[in-house]
């Protein structure tokens, strides 16, 4: 079964459900483990690293929790597959360099997958639609305790997991969460929060973690370190954090709305009628554009589904339109099927027919 199955099916955390979905787009738990007597792949030679892969493949088989997944091995696919996964947020960049070894298990809807031989030999990894942080640390925990009883994990008691980075030993546990802030970015706090955030521990990173830059007002906010602390411990912290940044969100965009409801209007509804008009677009056009549209849907402006517009910010990366399209695409080729794809999607993605914003002069009073 390969990786075209994942453009068929939804996946959970891209569908604009759970608490809060508007503002948190996604809520991720992920979990460092290795094996014990096994270099780190980092350290280790290929034969070690095949060996590791051998071993967790064995035991994932062997997991119910796991049962009618994907397992991609990315030394063995080409780089726009690769490209494609990193950009679903299956796997990470270093992840997708595909050396010798490492594979990627998908699990049902995308929920839960693992990275063999990333940085650690194994990344269990759950994504959850909204604000679902404490589910997400359930549903990995429970992958974790299952794949735990026919692995032989590095574990110390005085310490912990151990892993390849320092700053993951202990729980082995990165939390984190996607949000979408644009009402604190217009209205210039955004700086201060994420500065108050950067005090408090927590790393901020734009929509493809680490090594990337925040676009479209997507930031991931999530925790550096773990030793010393219990997993319910740093989501909790996270969690308590997270809610003041979406009151804080919440508060920015009611004040936008009341103060310069005009040109919150406009910057909507010019945002919709270029994605439903335009022949040509970049992905950071795009980016943008989704971004203005999507804070429309907290007002009302438009009547579209939220899921739409979450997968239009995926399904409008370069991998993503070359795996629809079927073949590879020069970047002004890509450009204008970015374009076809949106506005179809777009047409697709209204609520009931709705016609969509109102007409130039309508009273929207």
């Excluded at 909204?130 to 794949?147: M, P, V």
């Excluded at 925040?214 to 991931?220: P, Y």
């Excluded at 239009?312 to 629809?324: D, E, G, R, S």
Aim: hydrophobic residues 40%.
């Amino acid at each position: 079964m390969g990786i075209e199955i994942l453009l068929k099916r939804d996946a959970e955390w891209l569908k604009g459900e759970g608490p809060d979905a508007r503002i948190v787009v996604s809520s991720r738990a992920r979990l460092a483990r290795n094996l014990r007597g096994l270099a780190f792949p980092g350290r280790a030679d290929a034969e070690t690293r095949i060996r590791a892969r051998g071993d967790v493949e064995k035991a994932v088989e062997g997991s119910r929790l796991m049962q009618g997944s994907i397992s991609v091995r990315l030394d063995e696919i080409g780089e726009l597959d690769r490209q494609f996964l990193v950009e679903r947020h299956l796997c990470s960049r270093e992840h997708a360099r595909g050396d010798e070894g490492t594979v990627l298990v998908i699990g049902d809807q995308e929920i839960m997958s693992i990275m063999v031989n990333e940085e650690d030999h194994l990344r269990l990894q759950t994504l959850r639609s909204g604000f679902q942080l404490k589910a997400a640390l359930e549903e990995i925990s429970r992958l974790d305790d299952d794949l735990e009883e026919r692995l032989d994990y590095a574990f110390l008691p005085t310490v912990g997991y151990l892993t390849s980075c320092p700053t993951n030993v202990g729980t082995g546990l990165r939390a984190s969460v996607m949000l979408h802030l644009p009402g604190l970015v217009i209205a210039n706090q955004i700086t201060q929060v994420l500065q108050a955030v950067a005090k408090l521990g927590l790393a901020v990173r734009g929509m493809y973690g680490e090594g990337t830059e925040a676009s479209g007002n997507l930031f991931q906010i999530s925790n550096q370190a773990t030793l010393g602390k219990t997993e319910a411990g740093i989501v909790d912290e996270i969690e308590k954090v997270i809610a003041q940044i979406v009151e804080h969100e919440k508060k920015a965009q009611q004040a936008l709305f009341k103060r310069s409801r005009k040109a919150l209007e406009d910057r909507v509804y010019r945002a919709y009628g270029l994605l439903g008009s335009a022949r040509i677009i970049t992905s950071k056009e795009a980016i943008e554009l989704l971004s203005a549209l999507k804070l429309g849907l907290d007002f009302r402006l438009v009547a579209l589904d939220l899921g739409t517009i979450n997968e239009l910010f995926i399904v409008t990366q370069p991998a993503h339109l070359q795996k629809l399209a079927g073949k590879e695409l020069k970047p002004e080729e890509r450009d204008i099927f970015r374009a076809d794809l949106i506005r179809s999607r777009l047409e697709s993605g209204r609520r009931g027919g709705d016609p969509g914003p109102p007409a130039p002069g309508a009273n929207t009073e």
